[in-house]
């Protein structure tokens, strides 16, 4: 396909593909061929005369101007076919999801201290990760919409049975999202063991290509990265997205009083079309709950 393109001196990345994601398939290059073709054997047109061609030529849209130089300094860096795939995915996501982002500071010190006896009860570790993914899958099962896409197509919600958890994750090829199938049917164990192993394999960046399909639901731990918070952009064709900032000492008023806790700041973006701001916030308010509260969601695990 690619030496095709070459072969009739053009670029067949600058298409935009009728595959997955926009990806430029075979057909999309033939289409072009076809066009080219048909606009090189057009009847031309007979020339106007000397003052209609003036007309025409000051009518005429102007002609593209050509790129400046590049300045003393100035580098391109052409993305890689994974780079221009995540360009056409992140735009996609952008173009066709109303999306809308509600957020809220949370006090995780009781979190911090369960895991604390969670470890010390098991003698394993439990990371953070894990634990909200727990919650987020449990306050999934009492907000389905959450769990879901939109087929514009046919203007119809599709709700999920099962939840497909993508784990955003930096890797060497960039940022993916691993995905871990049937969260739901995993206990807190489980959903640690196969977080783990996705976290093992984004070190490489060799994902089975299961490991990066199928997902209905993200949630992105930016706290590793130094950050508070983020407007994240929805992994397309998912409903929404949890972010966990990250763990910071702040003073905080419990019971009436001003002490020092440990402090994250949740945020959820999410389809407007799926559904509004009240239903987001509620799912939102739950994994609050769970995160100040772990024991309080013992009853759903």
């Known amino acids: 396909m690619r030496r095709i393109a070459r072969e009739h001196g053009f670029d067949a990345s600058h298409l935009d593909g009728s595959g997955p994601d ?3 398939m075979r057909r999309d290059v033939e289409a072009f061929l076809r066009e080219l073709e048909g606009a090189g054997t057009a009847t031309a047109p007979a020339e106007p005369a000397t003052d209609e061609r003036a007309a025409a030529a000051s009518a005429a849209p102007a002609a593209p101007a050509a790129p400046a130089a590049p ?3 100035d580098r391109r860096v052409p993305l890689d076919r994974m780079g221009r795939a995540a360009a056409a ?6 173009r ?3 999306e809308a982002t509600v957020w809220m500071d949370v006090d995780a010190t009781e979190l911090l201290a369960a895991r604390r006896q969670l470890q010390e009860a098991t003698g394993e570790r439990f990371g953070v990760t894990a634990l909200v993914a727990r919650f987020v899958v449990a306050g999934l099962a009492r907000h389905p919409l959450l769990n879901s896409s939109f087929d514009a197509e046919r203007e119809e919600i599709v709700v999920h049975g099962a ?6 994750a930096q890797t060497p090829r960039g940022l993916l999202v ?3 199938h049937a969260a739901e049917r995993m206990s807190l164990r489980e959903l640690r063991d196969a977080i783990g192993a ?5 070190a490489s960046g060799a994902f089975p290509p299961s490991a990066l399909t199928g997902g209905t639901f993200t949630l992105n731990n930016y706290g590793t990265l130094g950050v508070d918070g983020s407007a994240a952009i929805i992994n397309h064709p998912e409903a929404a997205m949890l972010g966990i900032g990250r763990l910071v000492e702040r003073p905080w008023v419990v019971d009436g009083a001003l002490a020092v806790r440990t402090v994250t700041e949740l945020t959820i973006s999410f389809d407007h079309r799926v559904c509004d701001g009240a239903e987001a916030a509620a799912f939102l308010t739950f994994v609050a709950r769970c995160i100040e509260r772990p024991v309080s969601v013992l009853a759903d695990l």
């Open 96 to 98: 066709e999801i109303p």
């Open 22 to 24: 926009h990806l430029v």
């Open 198 to 202: 996705r976290s093992e394999e984004a």
């Open 163 to 168: 939840v497909n958890l993508g784990i955003a």
């Open 71 to 73: 300045a003393a300094g």
């Open 89 to 94: 995915h992140f735009s996609r996501s952008r």
């Open 178 to 180: 691993p995905v871990v």
